[in-house]
C-alpha cells in the first residue's frame, strides 16, 4: 500500500496522464508534473537527489568503461544520473521533454560539465543518430502508452553508435496482456524490439522489488551490433 501522500501524488499523474491522453499529446504531462512542482521535488515521484541505485550499482562494476565516451541520458529529470556519469569522465549530453525540468538541473548544477537540453524523444535532432558511445534510459519507455511503444524503442535504439552501449532501467511484465498504468511495464516482446533493431543482450539482472507479483524491475545492459 502506498503512504497517503503517495497515493495522492499518484492520482494526481494519473488524472495529468489521462488528460494529455484525451488530447493525444502522451509527453506534454512530464512538463505539467515539473512546473506544478515548483522547485519541490519531493512531488517529483522518481526524483531521489541521487543517482538511480541500479545505474549506480552497474558503473561501480564495470571498470572498463572508458572515460570520455560520448553520452546521452534520455529524460534526465533533475539531472543526478547525468550528474553522476559526468563526474566520472563521460561527455555527457542529456536531455528532457521538459522545460522546466532542464532549468532546474542546470540551477541545481550551475558548474556542470553535461550539455542540458530541451528536446523530444519523438522528434530527435538528425545529429544524434547513432552518435553516442553510451545511451542510458531510465523509466521513459514506461511511461508513455503501449501504442506508442515500438516508436519509443525505435527511437531509443537509433541513438546508439554502433559498438555502442545502451543501458535500459524499466519495470517488466510475465505477460503480454496490457497492463494497468501508468507506469506501463514492458513485455518480453516489447523487449525484444532492441534486438531486432540491432541491439545484443549482454546482461540481465532482476531486481524483485515490486509490490505487484506479476512486475520485476530490470537493468539491461545491450551492445549496438557493427
Not at 541505485?53 to 570520455?68: M, S, V
Request: net charge negative; hydrophobic share 40%; aromatic share 10%.
Amino acid at each position: 500500500m502506498l503512504e497517503p501522500e503517495k497515493e495522492d501524488l499518484q492520482f494526481d499523474i494519473n488524472q495529468l496522464v489521462t488528460q494529455a491522453l484525451r488530447n493525444s499529446q502522451p509527453s506534454v504531462w512530464f512538463e505539467v508534473l515539473y512546473a506544478k512542482a515548483k522547485g519541490n521535488a519531493a512531488q517529483i515521484p522518481w526524483a531521489k537527489s541521487a543517482p538511480h541505485p541500479y545505474l549506480q550499482d552497474w558503473l561501480t562494476n564495470h571498470e572498463q568503461l572508458k572515460t570520455g565516451q560520448k553520452t546521452l541520458v534520455i529524460g534526465c529529470g533533475l539531472g543526478d544520473d547525468a550528474e553522476a556519469l559526468a563526474h566520472l569522465g563521460f561527455e555527457v549530453t542529456a536531455f528532457d521533454i521538459s522545460p522546466s525540468a532542464i532549468a532546474w538541473c542546470q540551477q541545481r548544477f550551475p558548474d556542470s560539465t553535461v550539455n542540458y537540453l530541451v528536446a523530444d524523444l519523438f522528434a530527435i535532432p538528425s545529429q544524434w543518430h547513432q552518435a553516442f558511445d553510451f545511451v542510458f534510459e531510465c523509466r521513459n519507455i514506461q511511461a508513455l502508452p503501449l501504442n506508442l511503444r515500438y516508436s519509443v524503442i525505435s527511437s531509443v535504439a537509433s541513438l546508439v553508435a554502433p559498438g555502442g552501449t545502451l543501458l535500459v532501467i524499466t519495470r517488466v511484465r510475465d505477460t503480454e496482456a496490457e497492463p494497468f498504468g501508468p507506469p506501463w511495464a514492458l513485455s518480453d516482446s516489447e523487449l525484444a524490439q532492441f534486438e531486432s533493431l540491432g541491439l545484443q543482450q549482454v546482461e540481465k539482472i532482476i531486481y524483485l522489488e515490486s509490490e505487484q507479483i506479476d512486475v520485476k524491475k530490470v537493468r539491461i545492459e545491450y551492445q549496438k551490433i557493427t
